[in-house]
C-alpha cells in the first residue's frame, strides 16, 4: 500500500476516535460541573481538559480565561484549535476524501454526512440544553464509522492501518485522562475521599464507558487503586491501555511488508509490561510517572510508525 | 430565425426514428414518476459525492454536475463514421507528433508552416529525438465534436493533454440503467462499462520494453484539483494506485513509489498533471506537484508518461486548423470528419474580416481551455465585444475566430418543463500498441441556459448519458 495511502486512512480513523473521546471528557465534565458536591475549583475542572489535550498554550492565545464556556468554545466549535471536535471531524472527512477509492462508499458516505451535519450544527448553534445530546451525536457517529469500518471493509492493510489509528488514539487519550484526573483528584493516594470522590471517579469511569464494567469486575466501591487498574491494566476492558496495546500490537504485525521489525520490537516490549504489570508496582513507581513513561513510548512507537510507513526513507 | 438541428425531432416536428421508443416513453410516463427519479438522481450524485471543484469559487468549493435524464441517442450508422473518423483523427495526430519530434517530414514538405510549429510556445524542444513506445503520444485523446446545419458532424477541438470527463461518462450509465432498466430493454443500446479495462489494457500496451508486467499509476495534482473525483474514480476502476507527486521519488533514472513495504517500482504514468508541473528539473522550477527527475527517467525510456510529454502542440487551437492537412499527408486520406472552418487572426486579411463581424462569430484564446477566455460573438455585450476587440487587436496571433454554430439541441429537462438545449460530445480514443480503440459513446455535455453554447461545466453545463445504437 502507498505509504500516504496508510497515513490517510490511520489519520482517518484517528481523528475521528479522538472527537469521540473529546466529546467523551466535555460531557462528563460538564455534567460534574453541574453537581452542587464537587470539591474542586470549576476553573481546575476545566483547565484539567485543556492540560490532558496539552492545549494550554493553544487555548491562552485566544482566551482571555480560563471557564466552562470558553473551554467548551474551544473545544468543540474552535476550527482553529487543532483537536477541538469540529477540526476532528473535518480532518476524518478530508482524509477519507483522499482515499475514497480505498474505502467503502459506506465508509466515506458516514464520514462525509457526518461532516455535512456537523457544518448544519456549527451554523446554526448548539442551544445550551442540547450540549450533551450533541456529545451523544459525535458519540454515536465514531461508533458509527467503527462499525462500518469493521463490517464493510476487506481485511486487508487498509483496514489495519484504520484500526491502527483507532487503537493508538483511544491509548493516547486513556493515559492522559486518567493521569491528569489521577493528579488533581488525589495529589496523595493515602487521602480518602468523600462522597465527592466517589462522584469524581465515577465521573472519570463513565468518560471512558468504564462505570458498568468497574461494577461487574470489582462488585465492590471505588477506589482510586483499582480504577487505575482497571483503565491500564484489564485486557478485558476496551478502552483500557493493555487492551489497546493488544490490538496494536496485534496489527504490527498482521501488517505486510518486511521493514516494520523497529515498531513490532517497541510495541511489543511495551505489550509485555501491560500484559506482566501488577498495579502494585505501578503505584509504586508512582502513577504519575507511570503514565507519563506509557504517553512518551506511545509516542516514540508512533514516530517510529511514521518513518516506517508513512515517511520512509527512499532507500 | 431556423431552428438548430434537434437530435430527437424532425424539422416538421415527427420522432427521429431512433429517438422514437423513448419518446413514447416519456410521453406515457407520468410526470411525478419522472420528478421522483429526478431527485433520486441528484441525492445518489449528492451522496456519493461525484463532484468537481470549481477554481475561484471559495477553497475546496465542490459543485455537483446536472445531470439530465434524457439520453443522447446516436444511431448506429451515425457511430460507425464518427468512430472511423476519430480513428483517422488521432492516428494522424499521433503521427504527425512523432514526426515533429523527429525527422518534420512535414514541415519540409511544406503541409503545414515550420514556424506555426517550431515557434509555438507548446513545442517541446526537450522531446526531439526522444523515443517512445511504440511511438504512441496521446494515449487517451477526448475529442470534442459538435453537429450543426443539418445534422453535420464537426470536430470543434482536439483535447490531447489530460482530456477529463470519462468518468461522468460511466456514472451517467449506471445511473440511467439504476433509474430506468425498461428502457435498456428496449433498444440495443452499446456498453461502455468496460472502459477502464480497455485503459488498463492500453495502458500497460506501452510500458518500456522488456517489463512483462508493468505497474501502471494514475498520477493526480491533489484533491483538490477540479478532477480529482475522476483521477480517484479511474484509479479504482483499473485497480491500480492513486498517486500525487509527493508518492513517487526517482532514484537513478527510475521511478519508485513510497509504500509501507517500501519502494516500488513505477512503469506506466497516467498523469492528470499538465508537462509544465511534471517535474521541477526540468519544467517550472517552483513546481511542487511533480516529481524531480521525472523526466530524466522518461527521457531514458524507464517510465512511460500517458499522455506524452509535448503532446499540446498537435491540440493547441492554432494546429486545429492544419489537422486535415495531416491526415491527408500521414493517412493518404481526406478527412471523414470535418473541421469548423476557422480563421486564423494572425493573417490580417482574416482579422480584417473578424473584427468587421465580431458579433457574428465565436472568437477563441489560442491557448485557453475550459470555455474560459472566449467570445461568443452573438450573445454578448456590446460592452464585452468593445473589451473583446481591444484584446484582438493588441494580439491577434492570440485568436481564431469561428462561425456561430447553431449546435445541435436536445430536449432536456429545465425548470419549465423539457425544452431544447445545445449539446456537444466528447468520445474518448484510446491509442496504444494495439491500435485505436474506443468505447461506443462519450460524455454528452449540455448548456442548460436558454439559447447558450458553452456547454462547458466550469460555466454551468450538464451533463447527458449518450446511447449509441447497435442497429
New interface residues.
Given amino acids: 500500500?502507498?505509504?500516504?495511502?496508510?497515513d490517510h486512512l490511520y489519520w482517518m480513523a484517528r481523528s475521528m476516535e479522538r472527537a469521540e473521546n473529546t466529546a467523551r471528557m466535555l460531557d462528563v465534565t460538564y455534567r460534574m460541573s453541574l453537581l452542587k458536591h464537587s470539591t474542586l475549583e470549576p476553573a481546575q475542572e476545566w483547565s484539567a481538559i485543556l492540560s490532558i489535550s496539552g492545549l494550554q498554550y493553544e487555548f491562552a492565545q485566544s482566551y482571555p480565561e480560563i471557564n466552562a464556556e470558553n473551554v467548551m468554545r474551544f473545544m468543540v466549535m474552535d476550527e482553529d484549535n487543532p483537536a477541538s471536535i469540529i477540526t476532528s471531524l473535518h480532518n476524518a472527512r478530508?482524509n477519507a476524501?483522499?482515499e475514497?477509492?480505498m474505502i467503502t462508499?459506506e465508509m466515506?458516505?458516514v464520514l462525509?454526512?457526518t461532516w455535512i451535519e456537523m457544518k448544519t450544527k456549527r451554523d446554526a448553534g448548539i442551544p445550551p440544553d442540547g450540549i450533551s445530546a450533541f456529545f451523544d451525536w459525535v458519540k454515536e457517529r465514531s461508533h458509527l464509522s467503527r462499525g462500518i469500518a469493521h463490517g464493510t471493509m476487506l481485511r486487508g492493510?487498509a483496514f489495519r492501518?484504520i484500526r491502527l489509528g483507532t487503537f493508538f488514539e483511544r491509548a493516547d487519550n486513556t493515559a492522559r485522562i486518567l493521569d491528569v484526573k489521577y493528579h488533581i483528584l488525589l495529589p496523595s493516594l493515602d487521602e480518602v475521599g468523600g462522597a465527592a470522590d466517589y462522584y469524581q471517579w465515577g465521573a472519570l469511569l463513565r468518560s471512558v464507558s468504564a462505570f458498568e464494567a468497574y461494577r461487574k469486575v470489582y462488585r465492590d466501591v471505588i477506589t482510586p487503586r483499582r480504577v487505575a487498574e482497571l483503565l491500564i491494566l484489564r485486557a478485558d476492558m476496551p478502552r483500557s491501555l493493555h487492551a489497546c496495546i493488544n490490538e496494536v500490537n496485534r496489527l504490527v504485525q498482521e501488517?505486510?511488508?518486511?521493514?516494520s521489525s523497529e515498531v513490532q520490537r517497541l510495541i511489543g516490549m511495551l505489550h509485555a509490561e501491560l500484559r506482566f504489570g501488577r498495579i502494585e508496582d505501578v503505584i509504586t513507581q508512582g502513577l504519575h510517572e507511570y503514565l507519563t513513561s506509557v504517553v512518551s513510548r506511545l509516542y516514540a512507537v508512533g514516530d517510529q510508525v511514521n518513518r516506517?510507513?508513512f515517511?520512509?526513507s527512499?532507500? | 430565425m431556423k431552428l438548430p438541428y434537434d437530435e430527437m425531432s424532425a424539422a416538421d416536428g415527427s420522432r427521429r426514428a431512433h429517438y422514437e421508443p423513448f419518446s413514447r416513453w416519456l410521453e406515457s410516463t407520468p410526470e411525478e414518476i419522472i420528478a421522483r427519479k429526478r431527485e433520486e438522481a441528484d441525492l445518489t450524485f449528492h451522496r456519493v459525492g461525484i463532484t468537481f471543484a470549481v477554481y475561484g469559487e471559495d477553497a475546496g468549493a465542490e459543485r455537483l454536475i446536472p445531470f439530465d435524464i434524457v439520453p443522447r441517442i446516436i444511431p448506429a450508422h451515425e457511430w460507425k463514421v464518427l468512430e472511423a473518423g476519430l480513428r483517422q483523427r488521432v492516428k494522424a495526430l499521433n503521427a504527425f507528433l512523432h514526426d515533429v519530434y523527429h525527422d518534420q517530414e512535414i514541415l519540409k514538405a511544406g503541409r503545414i508552416p515550420a514556424d506555426h510549429v517550431l515557434k509555438n510556445e507548446l513545442f517541446r524542444r526537450e522531446m526531439i529525438g526522444v523515443n517512445v513506445p511504440g511511438n504512441i503520444y496521446c494515449h487517451i485523446a477526448g475529442v470534442d465534436i459538435v453537429r450543426a446545419g443539418e445534422g453535420e458532424y464537426y470536430v470543434l477541438e482536439d483535447n490531447l493533454r489530460t482530456p477529463s470527463g470519462v468518468s461522468y461518462m460511466l456514472e451517467d450509465r449506471k445511473m440511467m440503467m439504476r433509474l430506468f432498466p425498461e428502457l435498456f430493454a428496449q433498444q440495443a443500446i452499446a456498453p461502455v462499462e468496460h472502459y477502464p479495462d480497455l485503459l488498463l489494457d492500453n495502458l500497460r500496451s506501452v510500458a518500456p520494453a522488456g517489463i512483462s508486467d508493468p505497474t501502471v499509476v494514475v498520477l493526480t495534482p491533489g484533491q483538490f484539483n477540479s478532477a480529482y473525483f475522476e483521477h480517484a474514480f479511474l484509479a479504482q476502476q483499473m485497480g491500480v494506485e492513486l498517486v500525487d507527486g509527493n508518492d513517487l521519488f526517482v532514484r537513478e533514472g527510475r521511478v519508485f513509489m513510497r509504500t509501507t513495504a517500501g519502494p516500488r517500482r513505477v512503469d506506466v504514468i497516467y498523469r492528470r498533471i499538465d508537462d509544465d508541473y511534471l517535474d521541477p528539473l526540468a519544467f517550472k522550477p517552483d513546481s511542487v506537484l511533480g516529481v524531480p527527475g521525472l523526466f530524466d527517467a522518461y527521457r531514458r525510456g524507464h517510465v512511460t508518461l500517458a499522455n506524452a510529454v509535448g503532446t499540446g502542440i498537435a491540440d493547441d487551437k492554432s494546429m486545429y486548423i492544419h489537422v486535415p492537412e495531416m491526415i491527408r499527408f500521414y493517412c493518404g486520406e481526406e478527412p471523414i470528419i470535418a473541421n469548423v472552418p476557422t480563421r486564423e487572426l494572425r493573417k490580417p486579411d482574416d482579422l480584417k474580416y473578424v473584427l468587421d463581424h465580431l458579433s457574428e462569430l465565436v472568437v477563441k484564446e489560442v491557448h485557453g481551455s475550459g470555455g474560459y477566455g472566449m467570445l461568443v460573438g452573438p450573445t454578448a455585450s456590446k460592452e464585452e465585444i468593445r473589451l473583446f476587440r481591444e484584446k484582438i487587436i493588441a494580439a491577434p496571433e492570440k485568436y481564431i475566430a469561428q462561425p456561430t454554430l447553431a449546435l445541435s439541441t436536445c430536449p432536456t429537462f429545465v425548470e419549465s418543463g423539457v425544452a431544447p438545449r445545445h449539446i456537444d460530445l466528447r468520445p474518448f480514443v484510446l491509442s496504444g500498441t494495439g491500435g485505436v480503440t474506443m468505447v461506443p459513446g462519450g460524455l454528452t455535455r449540455v448548456a442548460l441556459k436558454e439559447g447558450s453554447l458553452v456547454v462547458n461545466s466550469s460555466q454551468g453545463g450538464g451533463t447527458k448519458d449518450t446511447w449509441i445504437l447497435e442497429k
Fill in positions: 500500500m502507498l505509504s500516504s495511502t496508510a478530508e476524501r483522499a475514497r477509492g462508499s466515506w458516505e462525509n454526512a492493510d492501518f501488517i505486510n511488508g518486511s521493514r516506517t510507513y515517511w520512509p527512499d532507500d
